[in-house]
Protein backbone atom coordinates (compact mmCIF):
# COMPACT_ATOMS: atom_id res chain seq x y z
CA UNK A 1 0.00 0.00 0.00
CA UNK A 2 1.71 3.15 -1.08
CA UNK A 3 2.47 5.47 1.85
CA UNK A 4 -0.41 8.23 2.44
CA UNK A 5 1.90 11.33 3.10
CA UNK A 6 5.13 11.49 1.07
CA UNK A 7 8.39 10.66 3.24
CA UNK A 8 9.64 14.09 4.08
CA UNK A 9 12.79 13.46 2.06
CA UNK A 10 10.68 13.20 -0.81
CA UNK A 11 8.29 16.32 0.26
CA UNK A 12 12.02 18.08 0.15
CA UNK A 13 13.81 17.13 -2.82
CA UNK A 14 11.07 16.18 -4.56
CA UNK A 15 10.25 13.43 -7.58
CA UNK A 16 12.99 14.31 -10.35
CA UNK A 17 15.80 12.24 -10.02
CA UNK A 18 18.41 15.17 -11.15
CA UNK A 19 16.80 17.81 -9.08
CA UNK A 20 17.86 16.19 -5.99
CA UNK A 21 21.11 16.89 -5.40
CA UNK A 22 20.67 19.89 -5.91
CA UNK A 23 17.97 20.84 -3.92
CA UNK A 24 20.19 19.02 -1.16
CA UNK A 25 22.47 21.43 -1.69
CA UNK A 26 20.64 24.38 -1.47
CA UNK A 27 19.23 23.28 2.13
CA UNK A 28 22.02 23.01 2.85
CA UNK A 29 23.31 26.10 1.66
CA UNK A 30 20.10 27.67 3.38
CA UNK A 31 21.71 26.24 6.66
CA UNK A 32 25.10 28.04 5.97
CA UNK A 33 23.41 31.27 5.36
CA UNK A 34 21.32 31.18 8.88
CA UNK A 35 24.54 30.66 10.25
CA UNK A 36 26.04 33.63 9.09
CA UNK A 37 22.83 35.84 9.70
CA UNK A 38 23.31 34.80 13.56
CA UNK A 39 27.12 34.96 12.96
CA UNK A 40 26.47 38.51 11.79
CA UNK A 41 23.99 39.64 14.86
CA UNK A 42 26.51 38.68 17.14
CA UNK A 43 28.66 40.66 15.01
CA UNK A 44 26.69 43.47 15.24
CA UNK A 45 26.83 42.85 19.37
CA UNK A 46 29.83 43.38 19.49
CA UNK A 47 30.65 46.21 17.44
CA UNK A 48 32.38 44.83 14.49
CA UNK A 49 29.77 46.33 11.61
CA UNK A 50 28.34 49.38 10.69
CA UNK A 51 24.75 50.07 11.66
CA UNK A 52 23.66 49.54 8.14
CA UNK A 53 24.71 45.54 7.58
CA UNK A 54 21.22 44.87 9.25
CA UNK A 55 19.93 45.50 5.37
CA UNK A 56 21.81 42.44 4.28
CA UNK A 57 20.01 39.74 6.86
CA UNK A 58 17.29 39.63 5.48
CA UNK A 59 18.43 39.05 1.76
CA UNK A 60 20.18 35.88 3.63
CA UNK A 61 17.01 34.05 3.91
CA UNK A 62 14.70 35.75 1.20
CA UNK A 63 17.77 34.86 -1.71
CA UNK A 64 18.39 31.29 -0.92
CA UNK A 65 14.26 30.21 0.01
CA UNK A 66 13.44 32.35 -3.65
CA UNK A 67 16.28 29.87 -5.23
CA UNK A 68 15.03 26.62 -3.44
CA UNK A 69 11.37 27.41 -4.29
CA UNK A 70 11.94 28.74 -7.98
CA UNK A 71 13.99 24.91 -8.65
CA UNK A 72 11.79 23.18 -5.60
CA UNK A 73 8.56 24.25 -7.92
CA UNK A 74 9.61 22.99 -11.29
CA UNK A 75 9.82 26.20 -12.44
CA UNK A 76 13.66 26.58 -13.15
CA UNK A 77 13.15 23.24 -15.50
CA UNK A 78 13.38 25.50 -19.03
CA UNK A 79 16.97 27.58 -17.61
CA UNK A 80 19.73 25.97 -19.03
CA UNK A 81 21.29 25.25 -15.61
CA UNK A 82 18.18 24.09 -13.26
CA UNK A 83 20.02 24.50 -10.32
CA UNK A 84 21.08 28.06 -10.64
CA UNK A 85 24.77 27.52 -9.63
CA UNK A 86 26.11 30.61 -11.43
CA UNK A 87 23.34 32.55 -10.15
CA UNK A 88 23.47 30.95 -6.75
CA UNK A 89 27.43 31.37 -6.40
CA UNK A 90 26.72 35.52 -7.76
CA UNK A 91 24.08 35.64 -5.45
CA UNK A 92 26.30 35.06 -2.44
CA UNK A 93 29.53 36.42 -3.37
CA UNK A 94 27.62 40.06 -3.96
CA UNK A 95 25.92 39.43 -0.44
CA UNK A 96 29.42 38.47 1.16
CA UNK A 97 30.85 41.66 -0.47
CA UNK A 98 28.24 43.65 1.03
CA UNK A 99 28.64 42.70 4.24
CA UNK A 100 32.38 42.86 3.50
CA UNK A 101 31.88 46.55 3.12
CA UNK A 102 29.12 47.39 6.26
CA UNK A 103 32.26 45.43 8.20
CA UNK A 104 34.92 46.98 9.94
CA UNK A 105 38.52 47.47 9.19
CA UNK A 106 39.82 44.57 11.75
CA UNK A 107 36.92 41.95 10.39
CA UNK A 108 36.70 42.52 7.14
CA UNK A 109 39.30 39.66 6.22
CA UNK A 110 37.57 36.85 7.84
CA UNK A 111 34.10 38.22 6.02
CA UNK A 112 36.29 37.10 3.16
CA UNK A 113 36.86 33.49 4.16
CA UNK A 114 32.98 32.97 2.62
CA UNK A 115 34.51 32.84 -0.97
CA UNK A 116 35.65 29.93 -1.10
CA UNK A 117 33.11 27.84 0.47
CA UNK A 118 31.00 29.22 -2.30
CA UNK A 119 33.07 27.40 -5.21
CA UNK A 120 33.24 24.48 -2.77
CA UNK A 121 29.85 24.43 -3.71
CA UNK A 122 30.07 25.07 -7.56
CA UNK A 123 32.20 22.57 -8.09
CA UNK A 124 28.97 19.94 -8.91
CA UNK A 125 28.13 22.26 -12.10
CA UNK A 126 30.57 25.07 -13.21
CA UNK A 127 33.18 23.89 -16.01
CA UNK A 128 36.13 26.25 -16.31
CA UNK A 129 34.93 29.16 -17.97
CA UNK A 130 32.07 29.37 -15.88
CA UNK A 131 34.72 29.62 -12.85
CA UNK A 132 36.60 32.05 -14.39
CA UNK A 133 33.77 34.34 -14.82
CA UNK A 134 32.45 33.92 -10.86
CA UNK A 135 36.39 34.87 -9.95
CA UNK A 136 36.18 37.83 -12.43
CA UNK A 137 32.77 39.17 -11.11
CA UNK A 138 33.91 38.94 -7.43
CA UNK A 139 36.99 40.46 -7.86
CA UNK A 140 35.55 43.12 -9.52
CA UNK A 141 32.78 43.92 -7.38
CA UNK A 142 35.14 43.30 -4.08
CA UNK A 143 38.01 46.10 -6.16
CA UNK A 144 35.04 48.57 -6.29
CA UNK A 145 33.54 47.99 -2.61
CA UNK A 146 37.27 48.52 -1.56
CA UNK A 147 37.64 51.87 -3.88
CA UNK A 148 34.24 53.36 -2.39
CA UNK A 149 35.70 51.94 1.12
CA UNK A 150 39.10 53.80 0.42
CA UNK A 151 37.04 56.84 0.10
CA UNK A 152 34.26 56.63 2.54
CA UNK A 153 36.51 55.13 5.61
CA UNK A 154 37.14 56.86 8.46
CA UNK A 155 40.51 56.04 8.52
CA UNK A 156 41.14 54.69 5.05
CA UNK A 157 44.13 51.99 5.49
CA UNK A 158 46.22 52.87 2.53
CA UNK A 159 46.00 51.27 -1.35
CA UNK A 160 48.73 49.29 -0.61
CA UNK A 161 46.70 47.27 2.30
CA UNK A 162 43.93 46.71 -0.46
CA UNK A 163 45.75 45.90 -3.09
CA UNK A 164 47.67 43.23 -0.81
CA UNK A 165 44.16 41.74 0.42
CA UNK A 166 43.07 41.75 -3.13
CA UNK A 167 45.91 39.62 -4.13
CA UNK A 168 45.13 37.03 -1.43
CA UNK A 169 41.85 37.08 -2.33
CA UNK A 170 42.83 36.71 -5.89
CA UNK A 171 45.30 33.51 -4.92
CA UNK A 172 42.87 31.74 -2.67
CA UNK A 173 40.15 32.20 -5.34
CA UNK A 174 42.16 30.49 -8.19
CA UNK A 175 43.68 27.97 -5.86
CA UNK A 176 40.14 26.74 -4.77
CA UNK A 177 38.96 26.98 -8.15
CA UNK A 178 42.05 25.17 -9.73
CA UNK A 179 40.93 22.44 -6.61
CA UNK A 180 37.07 22.46 -7.50
CA UNK A 181 38.14 21.45 -11.29
CA UNK A 182 39.99 19.00 -10.25
CA UNK A 183 37.40 17.36 -7.75
CA UNK A 184 35.43 17.87 -11.20
CA UNK A 185 37.24 16.29 -13.65
CA UNK A 186 37.89 12.87 -11.64
CA UNK A 187 34.11 13.03 -10.59
CA UNK A 188 32.95 13.11 -14.68
CA UNK A 189 35.56 10.52 -15.44
CA UNK A 190 34.22 8.21 -12.86
CA UNK A 191 30.71 9.10 -13.58
CA UNK A 192 31.45 8.42 -17.54
CA UNK A 193 33.14 5.00 -16.86
CA UNK A 194 30.70 3.70 -14.49
CA UNK A 195 27.91 4.58 -17.70
CA UNK A 196 30.45 2.47 -19.47
CA UNK A 197 30.50 -0.06 -17.25
CA UNK A 198 26.89 -0.34 -17.41
CA UNK A 199 26.58 -0.43 -20.96
CA UNK A 200 29.59 -3.15 -21.06
CA UNK A 201 27.56 -5.17 -18.33
CA UNK A 202 24.06 -4.60 -20.65
CA UNK A 203 25.90 -5.79 -23.51
CA UNK A 204 27.53 -9.08 -21.88
CA UNK A 205 24.20 -9.69 -20.35
CA UNK A 206 22.08 -9.47 -23.88
CA UNK A 207 25.19 -11.63 -25.30
CA UNK A 208 24.39 -14.27 -22.45
CA UNK A 209 20.94 -14.10 -22.73
CA UNK A 210 20.21 -13.92 -26.51
CA UNK A 211 20.94 -15.84 -29.59
CA UNK A 212 22.58 -13.85 -31.89
CA UNK A 213 20.83 -14.84 -35.06
CA UNK A 214 17.48 -14.68 -34.08
CA UNK A 215 17.54 -12.45 -31.16
CA UNK A 216 15.31 -15.03 -29.09
CA UNK A 217 16.07 -15.98 -25.59
CA UNK A 218 19.13 -18.48 -25.69
CA UNK A 219 18.92 -22.25 -24.64
CA UNK A 220 20.29 -21.07 -21.28
CA UNK A 221 18.38 -18.24 -20.33
CA UNK A 222 15.26 -20.52 -21.61
CA UNK A 223 16.48 -23.05 -18.78
CA UNK A 224 17.05 -20.37 -16.09
CA UNK A 225 13.47 -18.80 -17.17
CA UNK A 226 12.02 -22.80 -16.93
CA UNK A 227 13.41 -23.46 -13.92
CA UNK A 228 11.84 -19.74 -11.99
CA UNK A 229 8.61 -20.57 -14.07
CA UNK A 230 8.44 -23.96 -12.65
CA UNK A 231 8.75 -22.56 -8.95
CA UNK A 232 6.34 -20.14 -9.56
CA UNK A 233 3.25 -22.49 -11.36
CA UNK A 234 4.02 -25.20 -7.96
CA UNK A 235 3.41 -21.60 -5.78
CA UNK A 236 0.61 -20.31 -7.47
CA UNK A 237 -0.75 -22.97 -8.77
CA UNK A 238 -1.02 -22.38 -12.59
CA UNK A 239 -1.12 -24.71 -15.20
CA UNK A 240 2.57 -24.70 -17.64
CA UNK A 241 3.00 -25.75 -21.32
CA UNK A 242 5.96 -26.58 -23.05
CA UNK A 243 6.06 -26.78 -26.56
CA UNK A 244 9.09 -28.02 -28.89
CA UNK A 245 8.89 -26.45 -32.50
CA UNK A 246 11.15 -27.78 -35.41
CA UNK A 247 10.84 -26.19 -39.06
CA UNK A 248 10.23 -28.48 -41.68
CA UNK A 249 12.59 -29.57 -44.18
CA UNK A 250 15.09 -27.51 -43.52
CA UNK A 251 17.73 -29.16 -44.80
CA UNK A 252 16.12 -29.08 -48.00
CA UNK A 253 16.15 -24.97 -47.61
CA UNK A 254 19.55 -25.26 -46.79
CA UNK A 255 20.44 -27.13 -49.38
CA UNK A 256 18.25 -24.88 -51.73
CA UNK A 257 18.85 -21.90 -50.84
CA UNK A 258 22.60 -22.24 -48.68
CA UNK A 259 23.22 -21.44 -45.28
CA UNK A 260 22.55 -17.90 -45.76
CA UNK A 261 19.01 -18.96 -47.18
CA UNK A 262 18.39 -20.95 -43.87
CA UNK A 263 19.60 -18.71 -41.05
CA UNK A 264 16.95 -15.95 -43.06
CA UNK A 265 14.03 -19.08 -42.90
CA UNK A 266 15.33 -18.88 -39.10
CA UNK A 267 15.02 -15.29 -38.89
CA UNK A 268 11.61 -15.69 -40.57
CA UNK A 269 10.23 -18.04 -38.24
CA UNK A 270 11.27 -16.12 -35.31
CA UNK A 271 9.83 -12.75 -36.21
CA UNK A 272 6.37 -14.28 -37.19
CA UNK A 273 6.24 -16.99 -34.10
CA UNK A 274 6.99 -13.28 -32.02
CA UNK A 275 3.86 -11.67 -33.61
CA UNK A 276 2.18 -14.60 -33.20
CA UNK A 277 2.03 -15.34 -30.01
CA UNK A 278 1.32 -14.26 -26.52
CA UNK A 279 3.70 -11.50 -24.73
CA UNK A 280 4.17 -13.94 -21.60
CA UNK A 281 4.71 -16.85 -23.84
CA UNK A 282 8.76 -16.75 -24.18
CA UNK A 283 10.34 -18.43 -27.29
CA UNK A 284 13.91 -19.38 -27.17
CA UNK A 285 16.42 -20.87 -29.72
CA UNK A 286 17.23 -24.76 -28.52
CA UNK A 287 19.81 -25.44 -30.85
CA UNK A 288 19.88 -25.56 -34.59
CA UNK A 289 16.39 -25.23 -36.26
CA UNK A 290 14.84 -26.26 -33.03
CA UNK A 291 12.63 -23.92 -30.59
CA UNK A 292 11.59 -24.25 -27.43
CA UNK A 293 8.14 -22.26 -26.18
CA UNK A 294 7.60 -21.33 -22.50
CA UNK A 295 3.56 -20.86 -22.04
CA UNK A 296 2.46 -19.78 -18.46
CA UNK A 297 -0.87 -19.60 -17.18
CA UNK A 298 -1.25 -22.22 -19.82
CA UNK A 299 -3.56 -25.39 -20.37
CA UNK A 300 -3.23 -27.87 -22.90
CA UNK A 301 -6.08 -26.39 -24.85
CA UNK A 302 -5.03 -23.29 -24.77
CA UNK A 303 -1.27 -24.28 -25.61
CA UNK A 304 -2.98 -26.15 -29.12
CA UNK A 305 -5.17 -22.94 -30.09
CA UNK A 306 -1.79 -20.31 -29.62
CA UNK A 307 0.51 -23.42 -31.69
CA UNK A 308 -2.31 -23.38 -33.82
CA UNK A 309 -2.46 -19.42 -34.27
CA UNK A 310 1.51 -19.66 -34.51
CA UNK A 311 1.12 -22.26 -37.72
CA UNK A 312 -1.75 -20.33 -39.74
CA UNK A 313 0.13 -17.00 -39.27
CA UNK A 314 3.53 -19.07 -40.41
CA UNK A 315 1.32 -19.94 -43.48
CA UNK A 316 -0.20 -16.42 -44.05
CA UNK A 317 2.71 -14.31 -44.16
CA UNK A 318 4.91 -13.90 -47.26
CA UNK A 319 8.03 -15.36 -47.59
CA UNK A 320 11.21 -13.36 -47.23
CA UNK A 321 12.85 -11.85 -50.54
CA UNK A 322 15.77 -14.37 -50.05
CA UNK A 323 13.69 -17.39 -50.05
CA UNK A 324 11.07 -16.68 -52.95
CA UNK A 325 8.27 -18.81 -52.97
CA UNK A 326 9.40 -20.96 -50.13
CA UNK A 327 7.04 -22.37 -47.65
CA UNK A 328 8.19 -22.32 -44.14
CA UNK A 329 5.93 -25.01 -42.16
CA UNK A 330 6.69 -26.35 -38.63
CA UNK A 331 5.55 -29.17 -36.84
CA UNK A 332 5.25 -29.13 -32.74
CA UNK A 333 5.03 -31.17 -29.94
CA UNK A 334 3.53 -29.87 -26.66
CA UNK A 335 3.19 -31.46 -22.86
CA UNK A 336 1.65 -30.06 -19.64
CA UNK A 337 4.17 -29.82 -17.11
CA UNK A 338 2.37 -31.67 -14.22
CA UNK A 339 3.36 -32.61 -10.44
CA UNK A 340 5.69 -34.20 -10.07
CA UNK A 341 7.82 -34.49 -13.46
CA UNK A 342 10.91 -32.29 -13.63
CA UNK A 343 10.77 -29.87 -16.78
CA UNK A 344 13.16 -32.10 -18.32
CA UNK A 345 10.66 -34.90 -18.33
CA UNK A 346 8.21 -32.38 -19.48
CA UNK A 347 10.63 -31.21 -22.43
CA UNK A 348 11.06 -34.61 -23.38
CA UNK A 349 7.95 -35.78 -23.26
CA UNK A 350 7.33 -32.55 -25.64
CA UNK A 351 10.15 -34.06 -27.77
CA UNK A 352 8.13 -36.75 -28.39
CA UNK A 353 5.01 -35.33 -29.46
CA UNK A 354 7.08 -33.78 -31.71
CA UNK A 355 8.65 -36.89 -33.62
CA UNK A 356 5.04 -38.04 -33.86
CA UNK A 357 3.94 -34.65 -35.61
CA UNK A 358 7.17 -34.81 -37.72
CA UNK A 359 5.93 -38.54 -38.34
CA UNK A 360 2.36 -37.85 -39.09
CA UNK A 361 3.52 -35.70 -42.12
CA UNK A 362 4.79 -32.52 -40.20
CA UNK A 363 2.89 -28.60 -40.24
CA UNK A 364 0.90 -30.16 -37.72
CA UNK A 365 1.30 -30.15 -33.39
CA UNK A 366 0.83 -33.16 -31.63
CA UNK A 367 -0.34 -33.54 -27.47
CA UNK A 368 1.87 -35.24 -25.54
N1 LIG B 1 21.30 -22.25 -41.89
C1 LIG B 1 21.38 -22.89 -40.74
N2 LIG B 1 21.19 -24.24 -40.71
C2 LIG B 1 21.26 -24.87 -39.53
C3 LIG B 1 21.52 -24.18 -38.35
N3 LIG B 1 21.51 -25.10 -37.34
C4 LIG B 1 21.25 -26.31 -37.89
N4 LIG B 1 21.11 -26.19 -39.23
C5 LIG B 1 20.81 -27.21 -40.22
O1 LIG B 1 19.47 -27.68 -40.03
C6 LIG B 1 19.34 -28.93 -40.69
C7 LIG B 1 18.50 -29.84 -39.86
O2 LIG B 1 18.12 -30.89 -40.69
P1 LIG B 1 17.38 -32.20 -40.18
O3 LIG B 1 17.66 -32.41 -38.74
O4 LIG B 1 17.66 -33.28 -41.13
O5 LIG B 1 15.89 -31.82 -40.25
P2 LIG B 1 14.95 -31.26 -41.40
O6 LIG B 1 15.58 -31.17 -42.72
O7 LIG B 1 14.38 -29.97 -40.87
O8 LIG B 1 13.84 -32.33 -41.47
P3 LIG B 1 12.63 -32.53 -40.47
O9 LIG B 1 12.98 -31.89 -39.17
O10 LIG B 1 12.47 -33.99 -40.33
O11 LIG B 1 11.46 -31.87 -41.12
C8 LIG B 1 20.78 -29.43 -40.89
O12 LIG B 1 21.07 -29.34 -42.27
C9 LIG B 1 21.64 -28.47 -40.13
O13 LIG B 1 22.88 -28.24 -40.74
C10 LIG B 1 21.72 -22.77 -38.42
O14 LIG B 1 21.95 -22.07 -37.41
N5 LIG B 1 21.63 -22.17 -39.60
Keep these: MPPRFPSCKKLLLG ?43 PWMVVGP ?7 RSGWSARLKDPSMVMAQSLYSALLTVLVYAFAHQEVRGFILCILPLIIMFGQFNLNGPQFAMFTGCTMAVLSTAMLVLSRYDEAP ?3 SADLLELVYVALILGTSTSMALIGSNIRRKLVS ?10 RVHALATTDE ?23 LGQPLCIAVLDL ?5 INDDHGHQ ?21 VLARWGGEEFLLMMPATTAEQALTGLERLRQRLAEVPSPDALPGVRITCSAGVALHEAPATIEQTIDRADQALYRAK ?7 SLA
Design 193 to 202: SRMELAEALA
Design 65 to 71: IMFYALA
Design 15 to 57: QAPDMRRPLALMLLGQLIYLANAVLLQWGIELNLFRAGVVWTT
Design 248 to 252: DHFKR
Design 213 to 235: LTGLANRRHMQDLLAEEAKRRRR
Design 157 to 159: RGL
Design 261 to 281: GGDEALRHFARTAREALREID
Design 359 to 365: AEGRDRT
